[in-house]
């Protein structure tokens, strides 16, 4: 059985190989985490005292001014334990939320406790997203710009080809062959061509 020892932080290094990366927003989750709870479970450590599993609890231990940590020393060595480190960035990417489920308890703390709520790395945003799907209401980014003059529709499009090139000499040949005109903004074309309604002119206005 491996026994959990406290460590001083300054005595670890953060592995340099890390394959998963932290931001600063995943950092201040860890932090809100660690800051309301407490640590609950203790980071992996090499022999040597490279911290193997648990890179963006001891950065986020430190920003809180922490002195101590947990930690367990791995027995593993070399390629095993870089094998380990990937596989428990990995084993998280595999498992998945049970939207209905994670939205009641979220809803529960938000209504509850809201020091709680936040503590648990989501945002208000992010709840109002899962009440949406849950009450059978997906969240579709792109129904927001219907309307908009910058929405150009593909409805009708019955199959798309990725055409790359390998230099501007290249694009101006295609265009030439296919007699159609473009700029640096053209992203997508229709061939046959068709000629978009010309907006310009258009003003839109709130309506109450």
Do not use: C
Not at 44 to 68: F, H, P, Y
Not at 115 to 136: I, K, M
Request: cysteine-free; proline content about 2%; overall charge negative.
């Amino acid at each position: 059985m491996m026994k959990t020892h406290m460590i001083t932080i300054d005595e670890l290094t953060l592995d340099s190989k890390n394959a998963r990366s932290h931001n600063q927003k995943n950092i201040e989750a860890i932090k809100a985490s660690l800051a309301k709870f407490g640590q609950q479970k203790p980071i992996v450590i090499s022999d040597d005292g490279i911290v193997v599993a648990g890179n963006g609890t001891v950065q986020a231990a430190r920003e809180l001014g922490w002195k101590e940590i947990s930690a367990v020393k791995s027995q593993l060595k070399k390629n095993e334990i870089k094998a380990y480190a990937i596989a428990d960035n990995k084993t998280t990417d595999t498992s998945f939320w049970d939207s209905l489920q994670l939205q009641e308890m979220l809803d529960e703390l938000h209504s509850n406790d809201i020091d709680l709520f936040f503590s648990t790395g989501f945002t208000e945003s992010e709840l109002d997203q899962l009440l949406a799907l849950t009450n059978g209401e997906p969240v579709d980014p792109s129904k927001e710009w219907v309307d908009m003059p910058e929405f150009i529709g593909n409805e009708g499009a019955k199959r798309k080809i990725v055409v790359n090139f390998d230099d501007d000499e290249s694009v101006g040949t295609f265009f030439e062959l296919l007699g159609q005109e473009y700029t640096d903004k053209t992203k997508s074309i229709w061939w046959p061509e068709k000629k978009t309604q010309d907006l310009s002119s258009v003003r839109y206005q709130h309506q109450e």
